[in-house]
C-alpha cells in the first residue's frame, strides 16, 4: 500500500508518505478505542466536529 501511494504521489512522495502515516496512527487508535466500546470513536468525533464548527 505504502509503494501504491508513493508511486502515485510523483514529486510529492514526501507528504503522501507522512499523510499515510498519520492516517495509519489514527486508525490505530480508533482501533483501540472500539476495543473499549463501539459508540466511544463515533461519540470522539462529534465532539472533535463540534468543536471545529463552533
Do not use: C, W
Not at 3 to 30: C, F, H, K, P, W
Amino acid at each position: 500500500m505504502r509503494a501504491m501511494v508513493a508511486i502515485s504521489a510523483g514529486d510529492r512522495q514526501e507528504y503522501a508518505a507522512g499523510l499515510n502515516t498519520t492516517y495509519s496512527s489514527i486508525g490505530n487508535i480508533t482501533g483501540l478505542l472500539f476495543d473499549k466500546h463501539i459508540h466511544i470513536p463515533y461519540s470522539v468525533g462529534a465532539l472533535i466536529l463540534g468543536l471545529v464548527l463552533v
